[in-house]
T-cell receptor, first 115, second 112 residues
Framework: SAVISQKPSRDICQRGTSLTIQCQVDSQVTMMFWYRQQPGQSLTLIATANQGSEATYESGFVIDKFPISRPNLTFSTLTVSNMSPEDSSIYLC????????????FGAGTRLSVL | QKEVEQNSGPLSVPEGAIASLNCTYSDRGSQSFFWYRQYSGKSPELIMFIYSNGDKEDGRFTAQLNKASQYVSLLIRDSQPSDSATYLCAVNSISSGSARQLTFGSGTQLTV
């Protein structure tokens, strides 16, 4: 298995501010992903973090709202910008080795509350 | 749109019984199938993965895959109170880009 470290574990933020979440993975990981899990819901993929280039966003998620960086193979950040209460959710980073097995392991998550 | 459907819960089984969790998927191109366990307030934890038709056993857990029927299941034998959690089925697929992603079902909440 891979070791995925994510921080902060939780935060309470004011409307209109931004929060950056950090994710550090061990060297076994080549792929990194960011998910959102809204209360009582399953996981929704926000984007695939690409090393040294723009992330690949899923439908419904845009770079202006969720800018993602991945400056090297083992580190990525997700920023939740101009937050509103609707952004209150758990944000999860995952990592894996990609094809062919596509196994992913998850960090502990960031529980975000926006007031 | 790729979909992963899980049987609606919550599912309640007595201690020592077999818990059966089911999942169907829509993408015939899917090749990898996963079961994650998520305790309340925690992140998902990978417990089983399967790639070939048939059964795969790991301790008290057995994953079953039938690609023709697009069906995957998880059996938990001798269920324990510590198995009480939400179980997420996940299936791989090729996204609109080139990255391979997992699509998750809505989860089944199990209470033992």
């Amino acid at each position: 298995s891979a070791v995925i470290s994510q921080k902060p574990s939780r935060d309470i933020c004011q409307r209109g501010t931004s929060l950056t979440i950090q994710c550090q993975v061990d060297s076994q990981v080549t792929m990194m992903f960011w998910y959102r899990q809204q209360p009582g819901q399953s996981l929704t993929l926000i984007a695939t973090a690409n090393q040294g280039s723009e992330a690949t966003y899923e439908s419904g998620f845009v770079i202006d709202k969720f800018p993602i960086s991945r400056p090297n193979l083992t580190f990525s950040t997700l920023t939740v910008s101009n937050m509103s209460p609707e952004d209150s959710s758990i944000y999860l980073c995952s990592g894996g080795q990609g094809a062919p097995m596509d196994i992913q392991y998850f960090g502990a998550g960031t529980r975000l509350s926006v007031l | 749109q790729k979909e992963v459907e899980q049987n609606s819960g919550p599912l309640s089984v007595p201690e020592g019984a077999i818990a059966s969790l089911n999942c169907t998927y829509s993408d015939r191109g899917s090749q990898s199938f996963f079961w994650y366990r998520q305790y309340s307030g925690k992140s998902p934890e990978l417990i089983m993965f399967i790639y070939s038709n048939g059964d795969k056993e790991d301790g008290r857990f057995t994953a079953q895959l039938n690609k023709a029927s697009q069906y995957v299941s998880l059996l938990i034998r001798d269920s324990q109170p510590s198995d009480s959690a939400t179980y997420l089925c996940a299936v791989n697929s090729i996204s609109s880009g080139s990255a391979r992603q997992l699509t998750f079902g809505s989860g089944t909440q199990l209470t033992v």
